[in-house]
């Protein structure tokens, strides 16, 4: 088993994720009162680590290895000052448009001579897909709605999934007209570890999963389908449909986007890993799902790092999708799981393929 870093075992020379796959409204309210402290965020496409700014913190210190997803958060920075909102929804791709080169070119306009080349050379897959479309796992999600999603269902039964039904109505529609066997079918070949390592996330990203991952996410899927209201998840309208409905993720709401306009100069994007920053006092930490990609050994190192950064009271927030990840025994007298909050949000959650959401308080 490698125990080195991420960094050093998977390739990151191209946008991977170009909008967030967690939940911001989950993760806000697992962030507590944090008015007035520094925050440590994975950037990622910079979408949750915008929405942290609805938390009202001084400084969030958006941090990432990969430089593309740092021209993520620098072309939103942009986006964010020079575009409405609806103009904003347009050049992600949340919203058709036939200007999304003009769009860019006006988020561009005052940005670092780095990132206007960056996006420059991007403005065809832009026009095409939206800014928010771009990464490869955005790529993954395409192919499988535009190519095989037809196959096994129709336009129709697509289009229902999203109308407003009660639990019991979903479980009805989700047994008898959804899940069916060419859907099983698709499932079990299309999110396979090895077309998902391929296609969508990096091989070395699985290198500490255990388990299948299409059973998985055969079991994910049944939770947002039936568990959580389809109409209200803007993660599953963006996989089956390739843009958004009427619900959007929290950061690119209209009610979101003045207030994290005001704040933009609380962002501090940092190219490098979180726990090479010297930060001390901070007041909670957004990790996206960074343990899982670590040996135990190695997410124990990190995790002490963490500690070692935070005040009291702090909290540390992440995902696991399939790779089991908590505080390390070694450092659990040093912080407490928040457990009746991590269950009341995890049955929130409309970021669905994620199996755990973590909620730990420093002592």
Not at 216 to 226: E, I, P, Q, T
Not at 301 to 317: E, I, N, S
């Amino acid at each position: 088993m490698d125990d080195r870093g991420i960094d050093h075992r998977a390739s990151f020379e191209r946008i991977r994720y170009a909008q967030a796959w967690e939940d911001a409204d989950v993760l806000t309210q697992a962030m507590g009162d944090v008015s007035g402290g520094d925050l440590v965020a994975v950037c990622a496409s910079g979408d949750n680590a915008l929405a942290l700014l609805l938390t009202d913190p001084a400084r969030v210190f958006a941090v990432d290895i990969s430089p593309a997803q740092i021209e993520c958060l620098n072309l939103r920075l942009g986006a964010y000052k020079a575009l409405t909102h609806s103009e904003f929804l347009e050049l992600m791709g949340a919203r058709h448009s036939t200007r999304r080169a003009m769009l860019l070119a006006r988020a561009l306009s005052d940005a670092p001579g780095q990132t206007r080349a960056f996006w420059t050379a991007l403005t065809p897959q832009v026009e095409a897909f939206g800014a928010g479309g771009l990464g490869k796992f955005e790529g993954y999600f395409r192919m499988f709605s535009r190519y095989l999603l037809p196959l096994v269902h129709s336009r129709a039964t697509i289009d229902a999934i999203f109308e407003p039904r009660d639990r019991a109505a979903r479980e009805v529609f989700f047994d008898n007209r959804f899940n069916t066997w060419r859907w099983r079918l698709l499932v079990r070949l299309f999110f396979s570890r090895a077309a998902m390592g391929m296609l969508g996330r990096d091989p070395a990203f699985f290198e500490h999963v255990q388990g299948s991952v299409a059973d998985h996410v055969f079991s994910r899927l049944r939770h947002a389908g039936v568990d959580t209201d389809p109409a209200q998840n803007p993660y599953l309208h963006w996989i089956m449909k390739r843009c958004h409905g009427t619900a959007l993720p929290l950061p690119w709401r209209a009610e979101a986007h003045e207030v994290i306009r005001s704040r933009l100069d609380r962002i501090q994007p940092v190219q490098g890993t979180a726990e090479a920053l010297t930060l001390g006092g901070v007041a909670g930490f957004y990790l996206s799902d960074i343990f899982e990609y670590m040996s135990p050994e190695l997410a124990a190192q990190v995790y002490g790092t963490f500690l070692d950064m935070a005040r009291p009271g702090a909290r540390l927030v992440y995902w696991n999708m399939m790779a089991p990840r908590r505080v390390p025994p070694a450092l659990a007298h040093r912080v407490t799981t928040l457990g009746d909050l991590e269950t009341r949000l995890k049955a929130q959650d409309m970021a669905f393929f994620y199996s755990d959401f973590v909620v730990e308080e420093v002592g």
